[in-house]
């Protein structure tokens, strides 16, 4: 069994900062990729960032590029997300995936392996 576990949302202000984790238990990372995605209310979940087992690949959705940097500790089984320069459209759940794949995607059905989400508000 492989246990996802965001922690490290909550509320920031607009402007501000927060670090999303994603500790990873079971068959940990295993070369897979592993992404971050988010879910508004009324919204579809859509692709935040990605990230292959070294790193040495990584993608970001247009909305969060230069804004969001995500990297991972296979040493430690754990994913993260650092949100810098937050507006109140980032408001969100936001969930890490694992892929069984080492390659990269941004789409969530190529992804078997989801958290059960992290709060993430932005006060403008």
């Known amino acids: 069994q492989i246990q996802l576990v965001e922690s490290g949302g909550g509320l920031a202000q607009a402007g501000g900062s927060l670090r999303l984790s994603c500790a990873a238990s079971?068959?940990?990372?295993?070369?897979?990729?592993m992404g971050w995605f988010r879910q508004a209310p009324g919204k579809e979940r859509e692709f935040v960032a990605a990230?292959?087992?070294?790193?040495?690949?990584?993608s970001y959705a247009n909305s969060v590029k230069g804004r969001f940097t995500v990297s991972r500790d296979n040493a430690k089984n754990t994913l993260y997300l650092q949100m810098n320069s937050l507006n109140a459209e980032d408001t969100a759940v936001y969930y890490c995936?694992?892929?069984?794949?080492?390659?990269?995607?941004?789409?969530?059905?190529?992804?078997?392996?989801w958290g059960q989400g992290t709060q993430v508000t932005v006060s403008s």
């Open positions: 990230i292959t087992w070294f790193g040495g690949s990584i």
């Open positions: 079971g068959r940990t990372f295993s070369r897979s990729a």
């Open positions: 995936a694992r892929r069984s794949s080492p390659d990269l995607s941004s789409y969530v059905s190529e992804y078997p392996y």
